[in-house]
């Protein structure tokens, strides 16, 4: 680890806190670590939580920016601006982390069930909660490893009025608005941003700039006709559309060429809560839809594009009682989801079909029961049953508690559970034309999971200084491999691999309120992540490092008017899969290590316009997160803002 980073970490030690729990965000809700919400101090799984005042501290044009500097989350992007972007939690797949976006779930079928995390900027985003470990009882097949749920941006006042604009390296610009109201009964927020870049030169030849447009719009809308009941809109569209490269024939790595990818975003929910018994007994009832439509077009003459679509159609009902008893909390939480998913693949046909017109429901029936016998213990229990179109019928659970000790400020946090991952629609009926292509594989297996957590919290100082380190481990059984190459067909295909990946390592999340209107924030994590190889031993899986960490300094000056934000983040060497032709078998490779620092400077002129300057990889590091793949150099933006109220 570079002397910066160590010397970051020790420093923040000396009085740090949880990033997900520090002092002053102690009493918070958290929504998505059960199917109810609970105080942060009453769960045992192990979380963290973004909230807006950070998101502007930081300022990043998307989330996935944020997101890397958590524990336990490590960040791939092939290249450049608006490039595919995988997250991937405590060494699972990128498809084993459930996205959620004012309760939709966005995992897209067209995209082998992943999140396109490229196209998710941060203007509209008010908070962000991240759940580690297998959350399939609560939420279903795509959570096995782990859980994101992003809320959008909601008004606080009668009126409220935002703008920003930026511009800055690779010639960038990013701006956008937000208006929000609240009345009596309702309220009603509308946001909506538009980033476009020229970007950069991803492959190692060439000179070809990969440029990347996104414009995204989100509306939010509930109304109370009752004192019991509520009813609530979401709808969010983006349109993003990014250059490509293509992998040379020649030598397997990117090369120039003249591709380009339309993506399109719509969700939409619709949801209404009814309150009974002095709101000992609620319900809700949910629809959502999320969808895409994925247009990859070659811009050389006799080249046909080639359309993905991915639609979930899902219905939803909850309801949750709460016992009258001394407890201070018995609640029993029953739930049925219902979701299609569907995918659609058009092209031409050339040396096979890609045309592909699927579908899957599953239907999954949940229950949780959250008790507390004594103040100072918190447990769950959640159990969940999926009936599936297409798989045999899987049951998962998962157990959870935290012990809380008042006279030490001290708190133990554990949880258990199994996690199952369907196969994807991409694994099972995709079909890719290339050199050397992709034929897909029907007789795939669901993969399954089973893993568990514990650790301790301690606070001290008053509840200035919080510390928490946590050790997990997951077993996972079936796992997909996506990457088997078939000499017969001379193409890649999906198998189920024999034997079982393990990941298990540590996480330590530390914050501090420091003198001086110093905020500090650490954290490091050890990853130990190992599937089957080929001669029936283990290797490490690819694009999971092994350690990985950052420190995040805030200072604030001239009467709290100015701030100063310091990000830093280290990256442990890696290894990566590389497919050389002619054979195109597998070679390991292994990523360098780097270190990317950041920083930000803002000043409130007054109380409605702010101005600041962001400056990202400072050192003009030069890196790699996917083999061949080059990363920007250093950047600077300017850009203002304003609030009206």
Excluded: C
């Amino acid at each position: 680890m570079p002397q910066l980073i160590r010397v970051g970490v020790t420093a923040a030690a000396v009085g740090l806190a949880s990033f997900s729990s520090a002092a002053d965000n102690i009493d918070n809700l958290v929504v998505s670590a059960n199917r109810t919400a609970q105080p942060a101090t009453h769960i045992g799984s192990s979380i963290s939580v973004i909230d807006r005042e950070r998101i502007e501290q930081r300022k990043p044009v998307f989330v996935s920016d944020l997101l890397q500097d958590l524990p336990g989350i490590a960040v791939s992007r092939a290249g450049a601006f608006g490039a595919q972007t995988q997250v991937r939690v405590r060494g699972g797949e990128a498809n084993h982390v459930l996205v959620l976006i004012d309760g939709v779930q966005v995992n897209d079928p067209a995209a082998s069930d992943e999140f396109s995390f490229e196209q998710l900027t941060s203007w509209d985003v008010e908070r962000i909660e991240v759940v580690r470990g297998p959350q399939s009882a609560l939420w279903g097949s795509d959570a096995m490893a782990g859980l994101v749920s992003i809320t959008t941006r909601r008004s606080t006042d009668a009126r409220q009025i935002g703008a920003f604009a930026e511009t800055g390296s690779f010639g960038s610009r990013f701006f956008g608005g937000h208006l929000g109201a609240r009345l009596d009964r309702g309220s009603v927020d509308f946001s909506a941003s538009a980033f476009d870049t020229d970007g950069d030169n991803i492959s190692r030849t060439g000179s070809e700039d990969d440029g990347y447009e996104n414009v995204t719009a989100s509306l939010t809308g509930s109304y109370q006709p009752t004192d019991k009941l509520r009813l609530s809109l979401f709808g969010r569209y983006s349109n993003a559309t990014n250059d490509i490269d293509e992998i040379s024939f020649v030598t397997g790595l990117p090369a120039d060429a003249p591709l380009e990818s339309d993506v399109e975003l719509l969700l939409f929910r619709a949801a209404g809560d009814l309150a009974l018994l002095d709101n000992r007994w609620t319900h809700r009832l949910q629809f959502t839809y999320s969808g895409s439509d994925r247009d990859n077009q070659d811009k050389r003459p006799l080249d046909d594009p080639v359309d993905y679509e991915g639609d979930r159609y899902g219905v939803y009902y909850q309801t949750n009682y709460d016992f009258a008893s001394a407890l201070a909390t018995n609640r029993l939480t029953l739930a049925v989801d219902h979701e299609r998913d569907e995918y659609q693949q058009s092209g031409p046909v050339t040396f096979g079909n890609p045309n592909q017109n699927q579908e899957m429901d599953n239907t999954g029936f949940v229950a949780e029961y959250l008790v507390q016998p004594v103040d100072a213990i918190n447990l769950s229990a959640s159990l969940r049953y999926d009936d599936n179109s297409d798989y045999d019928d899987e049951t998962t659970w998962r157990l959870a508690g935290t012990w809380r000790f008042a006279t030490t400020d001290t708190r133990l946090h554990a949880s258990a559970g199994k996690g199952q991952k369907a196969p994807t629609f991409v694994e099972r009926f995709g079909f890719f034309v290339g050199d050397p292509g992709f034929i897909s594989n029907p007789d795939l297996q669901p993969e399954e999971s089973r893993g568990f957590d514990v650790g301790v919290t301690q606070v001290a100082f008053n509840g200035r200084v919080e510390a928490d380190v946590t050790y997990f481990y997951d077993k996972v059984e079936d796992e997909i491999n996506g990457f088997v190459f078939d000499p017969l067909s001379g193409a890649f295909t999906a198998e189920n691999e024999d034997g079982s990946s393990r990941r298990q390592g540590v996480e330590v999340d530390l914050q501090a309120q420091l003198p001086a209107n110093l905020d500090a924030r650490a954290n490091y994590t050890y990853t130990n992540a190992k599937e089957p190889d080929a001669a029936g031993g283990k290797r490490r899986e690819i694009r999971r490092p092994r350690h990985m960490a950052a420190v995040n300094l805030n200072y604030r000056f001239l009467a709290d008017r100015a701030r100063l934000n310091l990000n830093v983040s280290y990256t442990g060497k890696q290894k990566d899969d590389y497919f050389p032709p002619p054979a195109f078998a597998r070679q390991t490779v292994q990523l360098d290590d780097y270190t990317l620092v950041n920083l930000v400077v803002s000043y409130e002129l007054n109380d409605a316009f702010s101005v600041y300057a962001r400056a990202e990889n400072l050192f003009d590091k030069d890196y790699e997160n996917l083999f061949g793949y080059e990363t920007p150099g250093e950047a600077y933006y300017a850009g203002i803002r304003m609030r009206l109220r």
